[in-house]
């Protein structure tokens, strides 16, 4: 674009205008009033000055000589037109039930009509439509600055298996979240760079579109954030030489096929922030649902708008309707989440039907599961201390979670020791559990919480036993000895903790699992999983 004081002035300026460097040399001299005129060249005078000027503030300030390695100005005559682009839309059922039956599968391939936003010309171009899994009501929100196209989740999936992000080209993004794995990497802790131990377990990423915060201690606000992490993480995939960043993206421009997929994608040669947003395309469309217990919720909503009741409340015979649907289609994924046998199982239909419905009475009642483990991803996306990793009643600094996440400023006490709550989808391939890894099986998770998880000075209100805490203070102020559960005592003001015991039976624990099984999801898409 034109300078627009040049504009201003193009009427007065001579055929063969004086050059810049000899206007701004006659500024405020004698001759200068003289020249051709006068007045007029002492006001294109004053103009040269101020152009010049603002030029020396410019190149005072030069753009750093790496900022190119984390973005670039795109160009425009590099990237795929608008017409060949292909987006990804996303459709749950909730959002149009008659067009989410009529998808026959996970990625559907079809046109859309539209208007080119540079000339308004109508164009008919190819879109994939996302069959979004049944009990998952939403969809993925990208970024406005992020659309997902094919070639940006092509391009993002094939960074996600591709050992390049790494120092030594050992550890890719798939190495701790394995699609074969649950999308994680099955151990208490992962294994980076050069055989460094991480100091968690990885979490999945399955439905981590939904997540609010990412990482366990939330310090990612975006799928964008996030996976500029582990590049530059010296227990993952940093080496510690140079800077861990523009070293990856040195490696990628090497490669001539990754130069020619970021410039149709992004309009430039790869860089981190196309890199982030590639990466961040291919993760939204990870999912897990369809799950039994969907089905079940399904077959109850339609079975109460037959009876007209408007009473939305669970029966064994809406398992059981689920569960027939899976014996008829010979559905071993669900089926072998219950421990049923898709040949020799189906006499076990009404007896599996009504255990899953006493766990999910526990899960939403008794057990108290739902405190945190809510909505359509099982999880109230906060932060909370169960005491994992505690010793004798000690958090060690390292297992402040997200405390430590938090910027001075916004440090809530709140917060120490807590870590995020997980997604329940897909549980029977991310063992072990917790944030360390530390419960082997979902009977010892249920154990974990049945105990009330460990005493600490920061044990989340959810797990404490407030009525116990209370009748030891008042038992202390009056005098009377305390009878109830065992009291620790923490902190300077020796502030009673109380963890409270669920009491579980031995067979509500038994049902509550097999229900928590009765999440497990459709394997991920295979367009999706296979590398």
Same mark, same amino acid.
């Given at each position: 674009?034109? $300078?627009?004081?040049?504009? @201003?002035?193009?009427?007065?300026l001579?055929a063969?205008?004086?050059?810049?460097?000899r206007l701004?040399?006659?500024?405020?001299? *004698?001759?200068?009033?003289?020249? +051709?005129?006068?007045?007029?060249?002492?006001?294109?005078?004053?103009?040269?000055?101020t152009?010049?000027?603002?030029n020396?503030?410019?190149? %005072?300030?030069?753009?750093?000589?790496?900022a190119s =390695?984390?973005?670039?100005?795109?160009?425009e005559?590099?990237?795929?037109?608008?017409?060949?682009?292909?987006?990804?839309?996303?459709?749950?059922?909730?959002q149009?039930p008659?067009?989410?039956d009529k998808?026959?599968?996970?990625?559907?391939?079809?046109?859309?009509?539209?208007?080119?936003?540079?000339?308004?010309?109508?164009?008919?171009?190819?879109?994939?439509?996302?069959?979004?899994?049944?009990?998952?009501?939403?969809?993925p929100?990208? *970024?406005?600055?992020?659309?997902?196209t094919?070639?940006?989740?092509?391009? +993002?999936?094939?960074?996600?298996?591709?050992?390049?992000?790494?120092?030594?080209?050992?550890?890719?993004?798939?190495?701790?979240?394995?699609?074969?794995k649950?999308?994680?990497?099955?151990? *208490?802790?992962? @294994?980076?760079?050069?055989g460094?131990?991480?100091?968690?377990?990885?979490?999945?990423?399955?439905?981590?579109?939904? $997540?609010?915060?990412?990482?366990?201690?939330?310090r %990612?606000?975006?799928?964008?954030?996030q996976?500029?992490?582990?590049?530059?993480n010296?227990?993952?995939?940093?080496? +510690?030489?140079g800077?861990?960043?523009?070293k990856?993206?040195?490696?990628?421009?090497?490669?001539?096929?990754?130069?020619?997929?970021?410039?149709?994608v992004f309009?430039?040669e790869?860089?981190?922030?196309?890199?982030?947003?590639?990466?961040?395309?291919?993760?939204?469309?990870?999912?897990?649902?369809n799950?039994?217990?969907?089905?079940?919720?399904?077959?109850?909503?339609?079975?109460?708008?037959?009876?007209?009741?408007?009473? =939305?409340?669970?029966k064994?015979?809406?398992?059981?309707?689920?569960?027939k649907?899976?014996?008829?289609?010979?559905?071993e $994924?669900?089926?072998?989440?219950? $421990?049923?046998? *898709?040949?020799?199982?189906?006499t076990?239909?009404?007896?599996?039907?009504?255990?899953?419905?006493? #766990?999910?009475a526990?899960?939403f009642?008794?057990a108290?599961?739902?405190?945190?483990?809510v909505?359509?991803?099982? @999880?109230?996306?906060?932060?909370h201390?169960?005491g994992?990793g505690?010793?004798? #009643?000690?958090?060690?600094?390292?297992?402040?979670?997200r405390?430590?996440a938090?910027?001075?400023?916004?440090?809530?006490?709140? =917060?120490i +020791?807590?870590f995020?709550?997980?997604?329940?989808?897909?549980?029977?391939?991310?063992?072990?559990?917790?944030?360390?890894g530390s419960?082997a099986t979902?009977e010892?998770?249920?154990?974990?919480?049945?105990?009330?998880?460990?005493a600490?000075?920061f044990?989340?209100t959810?797990?404490?036993d =407030?009525?116990?805490?209370?009748?030891?203070?008042?038992?202390?102020? #009056?005098?009377?000895?305390?009878?109830?559960?065992?009291?620790?005592?923490?902190?300077k003001?020796?502030?009673?903790?109380?963890?409270?015991?669920?009491k579980? @039976?031995?067979?509500?624990?038994?049902?509550l699992v097999?229900?928590?099984?009765s999440?497990?999801g459709d394997?991920?898409?295979?367009?999706?999983?296979?590398?």
């Amino acid at each position: 674009m034109r $300078n627009p004081d040049a504009l @201003t002035l193009m009427p007065y300026l001579p055929a063969n205008p004086i050059p810049l460097e000899r206007l701004h040399s006659m500024c405020f001299t *004698p001759r200068s009033l003289f020249w +051709g005129g006068g007045l007029l060249l002492l006001i294109l005078g004053l103009v040269s000055c101020t152009i010049t000027a603002r030029n020396q503030v410019v190149a %005072a300030d030069p753009k750093p000589a790496d900022a190119s =390695y984390d973005w670039q100005i795109p160009n425009e005559s590099w990237k795929t037109p608008f017409k060949d682009e292909q987006p990804i839309l996303f459709l749950a059922r909730t959002q149009n039930p008659a067009e989410w039956d009529k998808l026959p599968a996970f990625w559907n391939e079809s046109t859309e009509k539209t208007l080119d936003p540079k000339t308004g010309v109508p164009v008919e171009r190819n879109v994939v439509r996302i069959k979004v899994p049944l009990g998952l009501t939403q969809v993925p929100v990208s *970024p406005v600055e992020n659309p997902i196209t094919v070639g940006k989740w092509n391009l +993002g999936k094939k960074l996600y298996f591709d050992t390049i992000l790494s120092s030594d080209s050992t550890v890719a993004c798939a190495s701790c979240h394995d699609p074969r794995k649950g999308y994680t990497d099955q151990s *208490p802790v992962s @294994t980076g760079i050069n055989g460094k131990k991480g100091g968690v377990s990885a979490p999945t990423v399955l439905n981590s579109a939904f $997540n609010r915060l990412q990482f366990w201690d939330g310090r %990612a606000a975006t799928l964008e954030d996030q996976s500029q992490g582990p590049p530059q993480n010296p227990v993952e995939m940093f080496d +510690g030489a140079g800077h861990a960043w523009h070293k990856v993206i040195e490696r990628l421009r090497k490669k001539p096929e990754y130069v020619k997929m970021f410039r149709e994608v992004f309009g430039t040669e790869p860089t981190r922030d196309g890199t982030a947003k590639a990466i961040a395309a291919y993760e939204r469309t990870v999912f897990s649902g369809n799950s039994i217990y969907d089905r079940a919720d399904l077959a109850m909503r339609a079975r109460v708008e037959e009876e007209g009741t408007g009473k =939305y409340d669970f029966k064994p015979v809406d398992f059981e309707t689920a569960l027939k649907g899976a014996f008829k289609n010979k559905d071993e $994924n669900a089926l072998k989440s219950l $421990n049923l046998d *898709p040949t020799r199982d189906a006499t076990r239909i009404a007896e599996t039907a009504a255990a899953l419905e006493r #766990g999910r009475a526990l899960f939403f009642g008794k057990a108290r599961c739902n405190s945190c483990h809510v909505g359509d991803n099982f @999880t109230d996306n906060d932060f909370h201390n169960l005491g994992v990793g505690v010793k004798e #009643g000690i958090l060690p600094p390292e297992s402040f979670g997200r405390h430590s996440a938090q910027p001075l400023g916004h440090k809530n006490p709140d =917060y120490i +020791g807590a870590f995020k709550t997980p997604t329940l989808r897909g549980l029977l391939n991310t063992a072990p559990y917790l944030h360390d890894g530390s419960e082997a099986t979902l009977e010892k998770v249920v154990d974990f919480y049945d105990r009330g998880g460990n005493a600490n000075e920061f044990l989340d209100t959810k797990m404490r036993d =407030y009525e116990a805490e209370k009748a030891y203070l008042l038992a202390q102020q #009056g005098g009377a000895p305390y009878k109830g559960p065992e009291v620790k005592l923490f902190g300077k003001d020796r502030k009673p903790i109380v963890p409270l015991h669920l009491k579980l @039976t031995e067979a509500e624990k038994k049902d509550l699992v097999l229900f928590l099984r009765s999440l497990q999801g459709d394997p991920v898409d295979p367009k999706v999983a296979a590398e």
